[in-house]
């Protein structure tokens, strides 16, 4: 058991240490030790980052679900695995134990079964926050089928795209989903998308908002029903270690969504790991993380990290405004919360409400604070550290992303001291590198650079579903032998490092991964749009808030602004979600570009940012004349 938890800095020093010298020895420890096998592995680990092709425990065969349910129902049994609390605070929540999950799971296993979906087959869940998502997921991975979870705050379209790519068979939905004082027809979102996806033969339908909805005869199957006449019983699907687990889509700063795919085994030995680890779980402890399983972190922090090692995790349905801004904090209270996991712009959407709704509610179970999704900033680390953590509970800042699938830079609560912005220290097994442009290592301290990872670690994605290409071009071209996360960083003197935001042209929203080109092109779509350019601008809440330069044609011109201005949105809406819509929309009548017609974002994120004071050296665009042009149009808003 030593290497499972660690307890203090010179511990994480030495396992650390122990981790790199000697990958395989360490990690093959670690999934000896801690999980459940059908068959051992042959080999811990083949790598080769040329073509690329990486490999864990190959060779071994298991059930992630045997790892997250059945093995605990000899010893935790009755034990709470999932708290539910529903989006009304008058609604009571739902514990389920871990022989519920287990009927449960294995039930809805027997349905999925039934209704022709077999191993290595695509599922998509598109659920609110609701347990049938978490048990959903969880029967996917029994009978082997690939769960592909889309945000249900993603449009018909963006869905549609996602379940082609995918082809998906099977899509997993609800009547609809309570989020705060609204309700969201789920089921029409799906109607809609469903009518440019052949592949789809079958949607499975919670009751969730007891809504009268249109069933589509022959393909839409209320799910209650089925699920009472199922057993709850089922023999979980033996796969291979490097069997697909799940598709997850993440934007790119170019084309369509990626569909990183994760498999099994790596993927479950470290999200457990880090779980444990990072968060510094006890048995008896409440764990809750407020990101929903669309995203990567519900994957590995809502569902299978925390199962994996037995915990009593928390699902919240609703948001951090509803009915009042202290929703969070009742929850702490009510559930007696020992870890709180979240994002910085809901850190800093509440610290803008003021302290008087935390002072409602005892918060003195909290003893571990994080959070994840994009950089934090001094004030609002300051004031969950003083006003949530009261200063005793550490905040664990995590660097991760979908591709990684764990938790890769972070504090390990208690055991390295925290700094504010700070991620610290590089996970167990994790070895990060700051890279020039030049392509070279940037050794020593007091650095910064691109930020690459040189050697695998269990949970990497390991391609792009349907192209390994694209897969080896966005990740392994970039620098030669190196996993390039498209981060900048920067190290401190004692090597602790600091994440700068992304170098390339993904901006984070709210903690959203958006790609400029996604929106570029659903703004292109509108008929008076001759072409468009979108850049991040700091926002206080936010993170970034996204600005669009937009040229119109000559048929636009005369148009009202303030409509196109609405429609634009609207499109945007539509074809990816209402999280993509623009803040400040500006009408143009050019856009700086380069000789080779390229469009220059940075020229334009300054303009945006009203910091035009050194703009470079513009005199080499093709149009050099359209920069003061913008400049006065932005300044005289
Ligand atoms: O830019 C980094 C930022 O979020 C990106 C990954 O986004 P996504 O794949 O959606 O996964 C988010 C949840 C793991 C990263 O490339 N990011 C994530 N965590 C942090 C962060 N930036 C700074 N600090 C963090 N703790």
Redesign the pocket.
């Known amino acids: 058991m030593s290497n499972y938890h660690i307890k203090h800095l010179e511990e994480y020093y030495q396992v650390y240490r122990k981790s790199v010298r000697n990958p395989e020895v360490f990690w093959e420890e670690i999934a000896e030790e801690h999980f459940l096998w059908r068959k051992k592995w042959d080999t811990v680990l083949s790598w080769d980052f040329s073509k690329p092709e990486v490999k864990w425990f190959e060779g071994a065969q298991l059930n992630i679900t045997e790892n997250c349910i059945d093995r605990h129902l000899y010893t935790r049994g009755d034990k709470t695995a999932i708290i539910f609390e529903p989006n009304n605070p008058k609604e009571e929540a739902l514990h389920i134990t871990y022989k519920q999950l287990h009927e449960r799971v294995c039930k809805f296993a027997n349905v999925l079964k039934q209704q022709g979906v077999s191993k290595g087959d695509r599922v998509c869940v598109y659920l609110p926050m609701i347990p049938e998502l978490a048990i959903a997921v969880l029967a996917c991975a029994r009978i082997g089928a690939i769960h592909s979870v889309v945000f249900a705050g993603f449009s018909s379209s963006a869905l549609a795209t996602r379940i082609n790519d995918a082809s998906c068979k099977m899509v997993i939905t609800s009547d609809g989903s309570f989020r705060g004082a609204k309700t969201i027809d789920l089921k029409g979102i799906v109607d809609e998308a469903l009518k440019e996806c052949e592949c789809v033969d079958t949607v499975l339908v919670v009751n969730r908002i007891n809504s009268d909805i249109h069933m589509e005869s022959g393909r839409d199957k209320w799910l209650a029903p089925l699920l009472e006449k199922a057993s709850g019983n089922f023999k979980p699907e033996i796969m291979n270690a490097e069997d697909p687990l799940f598709i997850l889509y993440?934007s790119g700063s170019t084309g369509k969504p990626k569909g990183m795919v994760h498999t099994t085994a790596g993927y479950m030995v470290y999200t457990a790991y880090t779980f444990k680890n990072v968060f510094q779980y006890r048995e008896q402890d409440v764990y809750w993380c407020t990101?929903d399983i669309g995203?990567?972190?519900g994957h590995s922090y809502i569902v299978y990290g925390p199962l994996c090692n037995g915990a009593t995790t928390v699902m919240f349905e609703g948001v951090p405004s509803y009915p009042e801004f202290d929703r969070f904090w009742e929850i702490v209270e009510k559930h007696k919360v020992n870890q709180f996991y979240t994002a910085?712009t809901a850190i800093r959407a509440l610290a803008k409400e003021g302290v008087t709704h935390l002072e409602k509610h005892d918060l003195s179970s909290l003893k571990v604070l994080g959070?994840?999704?994009?950089?934090?900033n001094e004030e609002a680390w300051h004031w969950y550290d003083d006003n949530v953590g009261k200063r005793k509970a550490p905040i664990v800042?995590?660097?991760?992303?979908?591709?990684?699938g764990g938790?890769m830079?972070?504090p390990i609560a208690f055991a390295t001291p925290t700094k504010p912005t700070y991620?610290t220290l590089p996970f167990i097994g994790i070895q990060p590198a700051l890279i020039c442009e030049n392509g070279k290592e940037i050794k020593g301290n007091q650095v910064d650079g691109r930020l690459c990872i040189k050697f695998p670690w269990p949970s990497m994605a390991r391609t792009i579903w349907g192209n390994h290409e694209r897969y080896r071009d966005t990740y392994f071209s970039a620098y030669k032998n190196m996993y390039f996360?498209?981060?900048g960083a920067l190290r401190d003197e004692v090597g602790y490092y600091r994440?700068t935001?992304?170098v390339d042209d993904?901006i984070?929203v709210s903690?959203?991964?958006l790609g400029t080109a996604p929106i570029e092109d659903a703004i292109n779509e509108h008929p008076a749009v001759a072409e468009s350019a979108i850049v991040g601008v700091p926002h206080d809440v936010k993170g970034n808030a996204l600005f669009g330069f937009v040229t119109l044609k000559e048929t636009g011109e005369g148009r009202n602004q303030d409509n196109l201005r609405k429609e634009i949105n609207q499109l945007i809406t539509e074809q990816i979600g209402p999280i993509a819509k623009l803040d400040t929309i500006q009408f143009t009548n050019g856009l700086p570009k380069t000789r080779s017609g390229k469009i220059m974002r940075r020229i334009l994120r300054k303009i945006a940012s009203n910091d035009v004071s050194n703009l470079g050296d513009i005199s080499t665009l093709l149009n050099p004349e359209v920069v003061e042009e913008i400049i006065k149009s932005v300044q005289f808003k």
Do not use: K, L
């Open positions: 993440t990101a995203w990567i972190t910085p959070t994840v999704g994009e950089p934090i800042d995590t660097w991760w992303q979908t591709e990684t938790i830079i972070t991620a996360t498209g981060d994440i935001g992304r993904v984070i903690g959203h991964n």
